[in-house]
């Protein structure tokens, strides 16, 4: 067990950081003017490629943030000795699983079942996600 204890805890690090990174670029955009005073490509369509780039960190950063979330998660339950148990049924959740994704609160099965659920919650920000096609 201390072995998912010391990777959940590099994955938080490693997670933290990035989102640090991203917060950071994010908070350089976002000053009015700092795109397009410097560069010499800067017109309309500089300006929609800043926005889609802001929207793809956006999108990035709700990911890690995700993360984040679910690695704390997982490190309190490893504290409370219920950690690989499905928060959805109870059941535990398979060891290759864990060892993928150290942070999952669920199994195969309920995973599935929830992710169908959220897709069909947010159509919106799927068909922006995959509008490059
Ligand atoms: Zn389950």
Redesign the pocket.
Known sequence: MEAIRTRLEQDLKTAVSRLRQIGGTVALEEVPGAIGDNSPFADEMDEIQANESREISFATRELLVGRVNRLVAAIDRLNQGEYGT??????P?APARLRVMPEVQ??V???DRLERLSRRLEPVELSLASDDE
């Open positions: 499905c928060v959805e049924c109870g059941e959740i669920t199994c099965r309920c995973q």
